[in-house]
């Protein structure tokens, strides 16, 4: 970690990131037209390297709104192969770097059946199904507590902010509970029948590994989920994964100004 923070500090000199954003599957355009400084991650010491298609693997430091930021172009999976404790690293190393606020953002599949691809869903809570808890091992005591309070990750008053500019803006927004499964495969629908019975509104394959270390170092989280697709037996079509990354970039115009209503708002 002192390696890591130490690489990153003598790039970014005197630049203290308040708010981290995490960018989902093509959702990673939005740092592209940011004036800032790009360190991949291939280069970061503790890093690993992302290979999913769609994402872009580094880390943008720069002003959005006149607030310093760290975005994650890109972020890492379990599915991927890397140990849990990798996946969350960057987080850690946020906490470290000076972040107070997290804004996580994902594409899902709607399990709630008035959910439509191109919608957007604030996520008021989550049921961690991924069959691991990234905050296993020892803990850190200067980051958190060994068994940390998880009554509201997701922070009440930021979620009702991004609903509120979402409503502004008249996108079709939802608040929802998103279900996180380590994929790589998609849910079959008797899976996704048993979602809907537990009260989740999305599912999907990230966000939560992140939120729970987020929320356990104290930083405040924001997730926000563009529904890609329905999710499986929803419809008698396929899922394909170029659906999800199409819809995602249909609707990241949108996904972007409410970003940027929110960051103002912080
Ligand atoms: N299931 C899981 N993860 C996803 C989906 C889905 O339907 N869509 C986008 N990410």
Do not use: W
């Not at 890492?76 to 890397?82: F, N, S, V």
């Not at 990750?153 to 409503?167: D, I, P």
């Not at 008249?170 to 994929?183: E, F, T």
Request: one cysteine or more.
């Amino acid at each position: 970690m002192k390696e890591t923070i130490e690489f990153i500090q003598k790039q970014i000199k005197d630049f203290v990131p308040e708010i981290g954003i995490i960018l989902g599957s093509g959702l990673g355009d939005f740092a592209d037209n940011l004036d800032g400084i790009r360190i991949r991650y291939s280069d970061i010491p503790g890093f690993e390297t992302s290979t999913v298609a769609g994402h872009k693997g580094q880390l943008v430091f720069a002003k959005v709104c006149g607030k310093n930021a760290v975005i994650m172009q890109g972020r890492y999976h379990y599915y991927e192969g890397y140990h849990i404790s990798r996946i969350v690293y960057p987080i850690k190393v946020m906490k470290k770097l000076g972040v107070n606020t997290l804004i996580i953002t994902n594409a899902a599949g709607s399990v709630n059946k008035k959910y439509n691809a191109g919608d957007l869903m604030i996520i008021k809570d989550h049921i961690n199904l991924m069959g691991v808890n990234p905050l296993i091992g020892e803990n850190d005591s200067t980051l958190g507590d060994r068994f940390p309070d998880m009554t509201e990750v997701y922070n009440h008053s930021l979620a009702e902010c991004a609903e509120n500019k979402a409503r502004e803006l008249k996108l079709s927004v939802h608040k929802g509970v998103y279900a996180a499964m380590s994929g790589p495969s998609y849910e079959t629908p008797a899976e996704i029948n048993m979602l809907r019975i537990m009260g989740a509104d999305a599912v999907g394959m990230s966000t939560v590994p992140e939120a729970l270390v987020a929320n356990y170092c104290g930083i405040k989280v924001l997730g926000i989920s563009c529904i890609t697709n329905s999710a499986a037996g929803v419809h008698p079509s396929r899922l394909s994964h170029s659906e999800v990354v199409e819809t995602a970039a249909k609707v990241k115009d949108s996904f972007m100004k409410l970003l940027i209503g929110v960051i103002e708002e912080i």
